[in-house]
């Protein structure tokens, strides 16, 4: 880690307004939930043999996977790029792949009609080489266990020689803390490899999820039935990786009234733009290569979805991020990044809902509430969760040389957490 920087818990209380508000939707959330686990899916969704898939399984798994790429692409740059002033996003990065996958899977159980079967991939006598999701299946299962292992360190950092487990749960105290010491000893000897496969079962299973469409042709609008739909998944993934990162920690500064470290972000961004360019380009070949111009500008509310996903979240954030003026800006940055996030779920939402059109053409779709309560309050939810990660664990990196800070607001909150 760069010696200008260090990672720190924030010790400040759990609850204020927002996580008051935050944790009732998050409640309301595990009720629908709880409904839709006991009652099934007819009595909870809108999902029906036409639409199988509805807003879960674009939302929460689809679009949720893709906007936790922050954690292959900050840890390949980091550490297999070896762009060391880089170093101090990995922990945030790391966290926010951890969490997003966490929910994407609780999120696929909710989606599942059998859910209590979601353990059967990992018998090797039901294991269908021909199956796409067989494959995200997997990946995902291997990808959530790396990131747990990538995440320890931070925890041994905070507990180690600090485990102090209360009343009848401290003769566990010694066994923990040996656990610990084991993972410091040794672990940071394997971290390289872990990092290695993280980050090639991240792009393998990012791939596949744009195949999963591909086995419906002709229930798929010619715009998204690419194919190289698995190119342009695993392309805008790697794209909003950085975008999304960007985006938790200017919040989080906000949160918690402290100044954004635009340098080291505005570094960052100057990424953005090259990647955006890249899945813009590759997008625009397919379309020319497979003719398909007439199909963007015949009027069509298929059309408008692309303008829409294209325009704003790729063109126009961009155009923005190319300026070394917005760059500077933590508003600039914040607008931008937004938009990106917006495109990729955008784009997913267009992939797996807009574009599908089953044979039954008097067949429609729109989630119920509980889906929308159960979507909303897993969002929520995460939000709490990784508010509990920052607070608890030294994950956000605070720079502990900024003369600047003299005249900011949150002077205060920084001799706090030194200690004065």
Known sequence: MNSKFEAL?????????????????????????????????EAATNLSNEYPWGIWKTINVVAGVALAAAGFTTAAVADIFHRERYHVLVRPAILTALLGYTFAVIGLIADLGRYYNIWHPIIPSMWQGDSVLFEVGMCVMMYLCVLYIEFLPTVVERYKNRVHLPGPLSYLNPIVESLLDVCERYLVRFISLFIIAGVVLSCLHQSSLGALMLVAPTKMHPIWNSPISPILFLLSAIAVGFPMLIFELILISRTFHRPPEIPLLKQVARYVPVLLGAYLAVRIGDLTLRELWPYVLNGSFEAYAFIFEIGAGV????????????????????????????????????VFLVAYKPLDTSASYFPSLIEIAVTVG???????????????????????????????????????????
């Open 9 to 41: 818990p924030f010790q400040t209380r759990f609850f204020t307004r927002g996580t008051t508000i935050l944790a009732v939707i998050a409640g309301l959330g595990v009720a629908g939930y709880v409904y839709r686990l006991i009652f099934g899916l």
């Open 315 to 350: 063109i126009i954030p961009l155009i923005l991020l190319s300026h070394e003026r917005i760059r500077r800006s933590a508003d600039g940055l914040l607008v931008s990044v937004i938009l990106v996030i917006l495109g990729v779920v955008v784009n997913r939402v267009n």
């Open 378 to 420: 897993l969002i929520s939810t995460l939000v709490l969760i990784y508010r509990f990660f920052v607070v608890k664990l030294p994950v956000i990196p605070r720079p502990c040389e900024q003369p600047a800070l003299s005249h900011d607001r949150s002077q205060p909150f920084v001799r706090q957490l030194k200690g004065e």
